[in-house]
């Protein structure tokens, strides 16, 4: 019997993130260890009227390719997939990690070179989902190498993914209209500024976090509510432009790697600098890999304060209330962002002033609107 939560899940993501409904193709990928998860979106989808079809992904196969693959068969975008991405109404994707190192002995450069050749189905993915004509949305599915990156065991990191998404609240719907709500008062405050600020004083031997980003008409911050992301918790922007550095609190992690230290400097909304103390070929080798990949895709303040703990998985970390995340890469088109690459990267830098570091501020146009990871007006997100 499977755990009655995954139901819930299924419940909430078929019915409020992607709102399946009758003659929906709805594609639903993800690895063979989150069956449980697959039977319940495949049953509910099906009672939506939608037609759903399980699309297996493997993290061995792609594993094998980057390690035994010509240059050639690496840079071959797969017209099975691009096919998916043109033609599905809704795509649902679960990550259910086997071994969440499973590329750390991978050479960064294939890496960059099979990341660099999926740039166009990432950009007609951006696309489609931009225009309305696909509704996704992206979750996980606990697994034992997942619950050990973030030092629990499996039934304690199950609840702590599963009371992430609320749904150990009576009605999760209605909980995540209520964040809905709440996240659309940052959002219409955001989007009459021109600029926002995020600041944290020098520490701990380093020179802390400057970080001014332009924010300007074309940007458009937009409300994370549990749509594209379950969990959710964000209110996020295509930048214009970002000048300063940023020193980030918690190890980037991207594609099994742990990059720990990292710290940028941008200048015009480009990466001009980037260091890190672990990991640092790996981070250049991403960075350098297109045209694209230097410059800032996203700026986005986490809002989820159901979520207090870094976890080495971006998907929670990223939304932990009182924390603000920089992607380098593509961008969102809805968001105003115009930038395109094979690289998305979200990187956390919390705010909140934990384990002796000093907490930090958010201005916008030169008014602090959150300080030591709290927002000061009392109708916006909190704990």
């Known amino acids: 019997m499977r755990d009655a939560r995954l139901d819930r899940l299924a419940d909430v993501i078929v019915g409020y993130s992607?709102?399946?409904k009758k003659g929906d193709v709805v594609a639903i990928v993800g690895e063979p260890g989150?069956?449980?998860?697959?039977?319940?979106?495949?049953?509910?989808?099906?009672?939506?009227?939608?037609?759903?079809?399980?699309?297996?992904?493997?993290?061995?196969?792609?594993?094998?390719?980057?390690?035994?693959?010509?240059?050639?068969?690496?840079?071959?975008?797969?017209?099975?997939?691009?096919?998916l991405v043109e033609t599905a109404d809704v795509r649902i994707v679960l990550w259910a990690e086997v071994n969440t190192k499973a590329f750390g002995r991978i050479e960064p450069g294939r890496l960059a070179m099979q990341q660099a050749a999926r740039k166009p189905m990432l950009k007609r993915f951006m696309e489609r989902a931009a225009s309305g004509a696909l509704r996704w949305c992206g979750t996980l599915y606990p697994?034992?190498?997942?619950?050990?990156d973030a030092e629990m065991s499996l039934d304690e990191y199950a609840d702590f993914v599963f009371k992430a998404g609320k749904l150990d609240e009576?009605?999760?719907?209605?909980?995540?209209?209520?964040?809905h709500e709440r996240q659309e008062r940052v959002r219409e405050a955001l989007q009459k500024c021109r600029s926002?600020?995020?600041?944290?004083?020098?520490?701990?031997?380093?020179?802390g976090t400057d970080l001014r980003v332009d924010v300007a008409p074309p940007s458009v911050w937009v409300n994370?509510?549990?749509?594209?992301?379950?969990?959710?918790?964000?209110?996020?922007?295509?930048?214009?432009?970002?000048d300063g550095h940023v020193n980030y609190t918690f190890p980037a992690v991207y594609q099994g790697r742990e990059v720990e230290g990292v710290r940028l400097v941008f200048k015009g909304g480009r990466v001009v600098d980037a260091s890190a103390k672990k990991n640092e070929e790996f981070l250049i080798k991403?960075?350098?890999?297109?045209a694209g990949a230097r410059?800032?895709?996203?700026?986005?303040?986490?809002?989820n304060y159901s979520i207090k703990e870094f976890s080495k998985n971006t998907l929670f970390d990223e939304k932990i209330g009182g924390t603000f995340h920089a992607a380098v890469g593509a961008g969102y088109p809805e968001s105003g962002s115009k930038n395109e690459s094979g690289l998305h990267w979200d990187m956390v830098c919390d705010l909140r002033g934990l384990g002796g570091r000093p907490g930090g501020v958010i201005e916008a146009d030169g008014n602090v609107i959150s300080r030591n990871g709290k927002f000061v007006d009392a109708g916006w997100p909190s704990a």
């Not at 991403?286 to 297109?290: A, G, I, K, P, S």
């Not at 410059?295 to 809002?303: D, P, S, V, Y």
């Open 143 to 148: 697994t034992p190498a997942s619950a050990q």
């Open 224 to 242: 994370c509510a549990g749509h594209e992301n379950f969990p959710d918790g964000e209110v996020f922007t295509g930048p214009q432009g970002a």
């Open 196 to 207: 926002v600020r995020f600041f944290v004083p020098a520490h701990d031997g380093h020179d």
């Open 18 to 20: 992607t709102r399946v």
């Open 286 to 290: 991403m960075l350098d890999q297109d």
């Open 170 to 179: 009576a009605d999760p719907v209605a909980a995540w209209r209520s964040v």
């Open 34 to 83: 989150a069956q449980p998860l697959v039977e319940a979106l495949y049953s509910k989808v099906l009672r939506a009227g939608g037609n759903p079809h399980w699309m297996v992904r493997s993290e061995a196969l792609q594993g094998i390719m980057l390690r035994e693959g010509t240059e050639e068969q690496i840079r071959a975008v797969s017209p099975f997939d691009m096919h």
């Open 295 to 303: 410059t800032m895709g996203e700026i986005a303040i986490g809002t």
